[in-house]
């Protein structure tokens, strides 16, 4: 096999330096949306609760109307 003279080989420590900064980019990465997953499943948590007590109310007057209805009948 000749080489062919308009290629360079890339030395074995520039290829793990890149190996390596890409490794890191990919941790720091996954670190990001950890923090971003976390900080949404509060707000879910949050909007959960907020719909869970607006369905509360709601079958509450549900329930005193249909009673309302009940009693009339």
């Given amino acids: 096999m000749t080489?062919?003279?308009g290629l360079?080989?890339?030395p074995e420590r520039a290829v793990r330096l890149a190996l390596s900064a890409g490794?890191?980019?990919?941790?720091?990465?996954?670190?990001a949306t950890a923090?971003?997953?976390v900080r949404q499943s509060g707000r879910i948590?949050?909007?959960?609760?907020?719909i869970t007590r607006d369905q509360?109310?709601?079958s509450r007057l549900v329930h005193?109307?249909?009673?309302g209805e009940n009693a009339i009948v």
């Fill in 3 to 5: 080489s062919t003279p």
């Fill in 8 to 10: 360079k080989r890339f």
């Fill in 23 to 31: 490794f890191l980019l990919v941790i720091l990465l996954l670190g």
């Fill in 35 to 37: 923090i971003v997953a």
């Fill in 45 to 50: 948590r949050r909007s959960v609760i907020e």
């Fill in 56 to 58: 509360l109310v709601i």
């Fill in 64 to 67: 005193d109307i249909q009673q």
